[in-house]
């Protein structure tokens, strides 16, 4: 049993990196889209004239950082719970600490990602009311997982 869920994580641990690395990538191709370096897509890019010069710039560089610090936050985690599986845990501090640096980062991304077109000129800074939600939850679900491993390590001092 214990093998067969090793297995089972470690296939998903596999798709969570696979589609990880396509969503760092499609997150970078569309931040160069913004800047208009390269021109790989044929896409208006940022307006950088006007009001608001340092709020696009610090909207474009958040969203891009937080994007692939949440990517590779979800890999690191995952990849720590098929290692623990196999030594015959399910919990770590060290993945209660990813798991708070990714509810943060998952904040700015959502939050930069709502207001990413005022890089196009939207004249607007919005918060949505999801992006608070779904941070609430994701929180929620660190809380439990820092729960669950305060509770493994008191079994563990019982026995």
Partial sequence: MENELS??????????IF?????????????ESAIGIWGIWETASASWDGEHHALKI?????YALAGLALNVLAMMFMLRSVKLMKSGLFFSKANVVVLR?????????DLCADNYNILYGMPKFVV???????????LGFAM??????RMSEENKLTI
Avoid: E, H, P
């Avoid at 297995?7 to 969570?16: D, E, T």
């Fill in 58 to 62: 610090v909207i474009l560089c958040a």
């Fill in 19 to 31: 589609f990880g690395v396509l969503n760092m990538i499609a997150l970078l191709l569309r931040t």
């Fill in 7 to 16: 297995k089972r994580m470690g296939l998903i641990s596999a798709f969570v």
């Fill in 101 to 109: 640096w990714s509810v943060l980062a998952y904040f700015v991304y």
């Fill in 128 to 138: 949505q009311s999801d992006t608070i939600f779904l941070t609430c939850i994701l």
């Fill in 144 to 149: 439990i997982y820092n729960a669950g491993l």
